[in-house]
């Protein structure tokens, strides 16, 4: 894997008078409340280490005082760390000056925030173009360059309104157009889309994630909904009193829980909602790749299964069953394989959620084929999986624990 | 201590004490204006000719004139013709009263008065936003200026620069800027914080965040302040007029003096008609262009 675009490396941030004086009872493992109490300093985060990848989107996730909005202001020094290193493509950002730093924020990272942060005296396409405007790009240009982004939002036709004038939604639009228009790499997004009521909020997720389909940025996106982070993260960081639990892609987190903490967090998730069938599929146990029949009833005898999934050269064909193939065999008239010798059992995609395919699991007999879109088969879903994911959820904490012990 | 019962009159300090003490800072001062005088007054001297030019101009054009341009003035900011007829005819009235002159001086006076807190208030104001330590400084200097009775600090201005229209446009300012600065400093620091923060995180220097964030959306608060600075402007003319400063004020203290009853009425009424006509042009001009800041919290 290439150089981390983002990497931060023991960071610290401690709220009080005299911050440097408490480090050394922080490093030694002291409590947020003892420190609290003795000195009158509070420990926002401690010893953070992350490393985030050009064009993944990272989520960073935590309940609210556990410090996710004060360390994504680390990253474009907002707020300064008491200690502890940020470096952005090689870049440290520590080191800069402040002419530096503005230039580092005009042109490397852009911001979405939680209540908007629209500027409520100027229209829409001015607040979109306000980046631009930093720079000291002239006016046509960057008005033009707004339009095109509110257009790409789906806010045609909204230029000239003034933030005041438009929902909650679409006040949210304008802000992630803003951060999109200055073509900075990365996008920081503090808790963006918390403020949105439901329906809207899973609609912007919708659209963050074809957005990001076409642009590939470095999104780091902070978030309380562990949904929403199941969601749209490429990999998940968790958060607790400043401190980082656990980091690891949507199902590490949703299978493997670090810690109590996580797991209660993940105990209320929709999990159907949350896993692909990737993450629970098995490799195909039983295929056979013959091109007659009566190959394929050879095979499909040795296999000692009643059923298995026939692929060739151009990739999955159909399901078989020993019944069907033993028939065609017996009837004289039939010499190869065609469409009436196959099952009729849906193909599922590889990244199709849990949720969706539930009908189709359920309603057959058989495991269903998992297929990508080239029509390679990838594995095959048990309906006993698919099940399990359920089972998991709702799992009495005292079963955990004998299965642990066994 | 001479006196032994302490307990029934306050210990106070020996008269003779006390004279000194205020001998010697008379002197001081008579000194410092003798010595300085001079000199702090030719510092004023581009703005009194400013002053003088500019009552000059007031007095000279033709009435109807004067007239039309104050009541396009008031048009232009409020954009009303109700209150643009409330113009036409108080300034008629006034001026059929007698009062045309003392008027124009007064409306010189003040709009002085008014550019000048303006000029300085705002600085004060913004730096007052940007360091709680000027705050710390200024407020109290502040509660000062608003709270002394005037007469007090008319006296070293006099003593100082003698009696005339910069003494009383200095009184007239001390009195009339406290609200321009307390609330360009009260505006800036309740601009939302996230707003400013947006600003920051995409690279804005400190004098893109003061123009184009702070001032803008401080701009309300501003203009309020303005506005409680040309009324306390205009309350302060007749205690100006106690220090040569000529206009509206002067036919007051003579009505004063004289028990002059009709006199001072129909002054003080040529007063508040001016004080109506600058609030409500001022109040609307500030709803009018801030009309899309109002209703920020929108569900």
Redesign the interface.
């Known amino acids: 894997m290439t150089k981390p675009l983002i990497e931060i490396s023991g960071l610290y941030k401690v709220f009080g008078r005299n911050p440097k004086s408490v480090m050394e009872r922080v490093k030694q493992g002291m409590s947020k409340d003892d420190v609290l109490a003795q000195t009158d300093h509070t420990v926002g985060l401690k010893d953070i280490n992350l490393k985030m990848e050009k064009g993944e989107i990272f989520v960073i996730m935590g309940l609210s005082g556990s410090g996710k909005s004060t360390l994504i202001r680390h990253f474009n020094r907002l707020i300064d760390p008491t200690e502890g290193k940020i470096m952005v493509e090689g870049i440290d950002v520590m080191q800069l000056n402040t002419k530096a730093l503005e230039e580092f924020r005009r042109n490397k990272m852009s911001m979405v925030f939680q209540r908007f942060g629209l500027m409520p005296h100027r229209t829409v396409v001015e607040n979109v173009a306000y980046g631009l405007e930093v720079k000291g790009m002239k006016k046509p240009e960057r008005l033009e360059k707004a339009q095109e982004w509110l257009d790409t939002v789906g806010l045609k036709g909204y230029e000239n309104q003034y933030p005041a004038q438009l929902s909650g939604g679409q006040q949210q639009r304008v802000g992630l157009s803003r951060a999109l228009c200055t073509d900075a790499e990365i996008l920081l997004m503090d808790e963006a889309f918390s403020a949105l009521d439901p329906l809207i909020r899973s609609e912007m997720q919708d659209q963050l994630i074809e957005l990001q389909e076409k642009l590939h940025k470095t999104i780091v996106f902070i978030t309380h909904d562990l949904d929403e982070a199941l969601r749209i993260g490429d990999r998940i960081a968790i958060l607790k009193d400043g401190v980082l639990v656990q980091q690891g892609t949507p199902h590490e987190i949703l299978l493997n829980p670090a810690d109590d903490y996580v797991e209660a967090f993940v105990k209320d998730v929709n999990r159907a909602r949350a896993l692909t069938v990737e993450t629970v599929m098995k490799p195909p146990l039983y295929r056979i790749t013959a091109e007659t029949i009566e190959e394929a009833l050879m095979q499909m005898k040795s296999l000692k299964h009643d059923y298995a999934y026939h692929v060739t050269e151009e990739g999955y064909q159909g399901l078989v069953t020993q019944e069907s193939l033993q028939d065609a065999v017996d009837d004289v008239s039939v010499s190869n394989f065609s469409d009436d010798i196959y099952e009729e059992v849906p193909a599922v995609l590889p990244d199709a959620v849990i949720e969706e395919i539930i009908p189709e699991t359920m309603s057959c007999e058989y495991s269903l084929p998992v297929v990508d879109e080239e029509g390679n088969l990838k594995g095959e879903l048990e309906r006993s999986a698919v099940a399990d994911i359920f089972a998991e959820g709702g799992e009495d904490p005292a079963e955990k624990e004998l299965e642990k012990a066994s | 201590m001479a006196d032994s019962n302490w307990l029934t009159s306050f210990p106070e300090m020996e008269r003779s004490d006390l004279r000194a003490i205020k001998k010697a800072l008379d002197g001081a001062y008579r000194e410092f204006s003798r010595e300085y005088g001079e000199m702090i007054e030719s510092f004023f001297d581009p703005l009194l000719s400013f002053l003088v030019w500019f009552e000059k101009l007031l007095i000279s054009t033709p009435w109807f004139i004067v007239v039309a341009v104050c009541t396009a003035l008031v048009y232009l900011a409020s954009r009303s013709w109700k209150l643009s007829l409330g113009c036409v005819a108080s300034l008629l009235l006034i001026g059929y009263f007698g009062m045309w002159e003392d008027t124009m001086r007064t409306l010189s006076i003040i709009t002085v008065c008014t550019m000048v807190s303006i000029i300085l208030g705002i600085p004060i104001g913004i730096a007052m936003a940007r360091s709680n330590r000027v705050q710390s400084i200024v407020t109290p200097m502040l509660d000062i200026m608003q709270t002394m009775p005037a007469f007090v600090y008319l006296i070293p201005v006099v003593m100082l620069l003698g009696i005339g229209k910069i003494p009383g446009l200095i009184a007239v300012v001390i009195y009339a800027i406290p609200p321009v600065i307390r609330l360009t400093n009260l505006g800036i620091r309740l601009v939302?914080k996230?707003?400013l923060?947006?600003?920051?995180?995409?690279?804005?220097?400190r004098g893109?965040r003061l123009w184009?964030?702070q001032l803008?959306?401080a701009?309300p608060t501003i203009m309020a302040g303005i506005n409680q600075t040309i009324m306390m402007a205009l309350s302060m003319v007749v205690i100006a007029s106690m220090i040569g400063v000529k206009g509206l004020g002067q036919p007051v203290l003579k009505s004063i003096t004289n028990q002059y009853f009709t006199l001072g009425l129909l002054n003080g009424f040529a007063i508040v008609a001016l004080a109506i006509l600058f609030d409500r042009a001022s109040q609307a001009y500030a709803k009018r262009t801030?009309a899309?800041?109002?209703?920020?919290k929108?569900?």
């Open positions: 939302d996230e707003v923060e947006a600003a920051t995180a995409f690279g804005a220097n893109q184009g964030v803008p959306l701009m801030n899309h800041l109002g209703d920020f929108h569900d």
